[in-house]
């Protein structure tokens, strides 16, 4: 048998990386890292590249200068191979969408503090979601289906966001964010189109549906169908009473639940603090009738008046709270003294003089 190519040797290490990072993310308990999951999976990420340009033949050192003959090296006099983001430059366009979930990881690095690591997991689960995700379709668009991470990772079995107490404990987090981790993702979101940050590619987020009806032998096994990609006849049948075996996955390219979601004072501190320019509740009410966001001047708060994307109705409270992805894109468009000024009829002025 042919001895294996030198690519293949390091495609099974981005492979073992990614098992690695998966398991310090599912561990229970005082056991899980996310630090260490967002090192091993900027390590897989970087190998599965590697890996490709290898096989393509392509140098993955640095030279000493253009044209060069010589490599850089480090201080054992190894040669420098590209890091991760000079792998992205030579593979992914500038708006990738998987380009910029892998820049999110790249530089939430230095903002994780260990002490507040289960609070950042809450904030940018969706993120490491998209993480993994885009992972493994890269791996398999690459290098084929025989290298699939389908047979080494499992479903995690969990409970606390499932329970009221759960959710509250959820919030709680996310309110206890360090400052420098908040500031760098909504200013790392401000700066990405809209569409982008929709886009399941940069944020996976999932809804799970218990199913329900009678117990059947395929309750054994599970088959997970992502419902977008089911006709209306498909997703009757994956979720039939006799297919209990389907778990059927509902992408929430939206809101959903109270998670960042801010009332009109929260959201408008927030982008005067990422702006830094004056920024009032009362212009927020006026830039969200001009966006036709909640409920228009003069109507009381209602359910119908929430298109859960930008705007949710919280019904125990009877009032409207707004997603940090309408924040986010107010933060964007008025970032821009030019547009400011077009939106409010007045230009800025500094928050901080």
Not at 130 to 137: G, H, L
Not at 224 to 248: M, P, R, Y
Request: net charge neutral; hydrophobic share 35%.
């Amino acid at each position: 048998m042919a001895p294996k190519p030198s690519w293949w040797y390091t495609l099974q290490e981005a492979r073992r990386q990614a098992c690695v990072a998966v398991d310090f993310y599912n561990r229970p308990g005082d056991r899980q890292s996310y630090a260490d999951f967002v090192v091993h999976m900027h390590l897989a990420w970087q190998n599965l590249l590697h890996a490709n340009f290898m096989r393509a033949k392509t140098n993955i050192y640095f030279r000493e200068r253009k044209g060069s003959r010589l490599y850089k090296r480090d201080k054992y006099g190894q040669k420098q191979s590209w890091d991760l983001q000079t792998c992205l430059d030579n593979t992914y366009k500038e708006k990738d969408p998987v380009r910029l979930n892998i820049e999110f990881f790249i530089g939430l690095r230095n903002s994780i503090e260990h002490r507040f690591e289960r609070t950042l997991l809450t904030a940018t689960a969706a993120h490491a979601h998209a993480y993994v995700i885009n992972f493994e379709a890269e791996l398999t668009r690459l290098f084929g289906r025989n290298e699939t991470l389908s047979d080494d990772l499992r479903f995690p079995v969990f409970v606390q966001s499932l329970s009221p107490e759960g959710m509250d404990e959820q919030r709680t987090l996310r309110r206890g964010l360090p400052l420098e981790a908040k500031t760098y993702i909504s200013e790392f979101e401000a700066k990405i189109p809209k569409v982008i940050r929709e886009d399941p590619r940069f944020e996976y987020r999932i809804q799970l549906k218990p199913l329900r009806g009678v117990k059947a032998e395929a309750d054994l096994a599970f088959q997970f169908v992502n419902a977008k990609e089911l006709t209306s006849d498909e997703l009757q049948e994956a979720i039939d009473a006799n297919k209990t075996g389907n778990v059927v996955i509902y992408e929430k390219l939206k809101a959903s639940g109270f998670e960042d979601e801010m009332l009109p004072k929260s959201a408008a501190e927030a982008i005067e603090e990422q702006t830094n320019f004056v920024f009032s509740t009362n212009d927020f009410t006026k830039l969200r009738h001009r966006d036709g966001v909640g409920p228009a001047s003069g109507k009381r708060a209602a359910e119908e008046h929430a298109d859960g994307e930008n705007c949710i109705y919280s019904r125990a409270h009877k009032n409207h709270v707004y997603t940090k992805t309408y924040v986010a894109s107010l933060i964007e468009e008025l970032s821009d003294p030019m547009k400011y000024a077009n939106a409010l009829g007045r230009f800025p002025e500094p928050a901080n003089p």
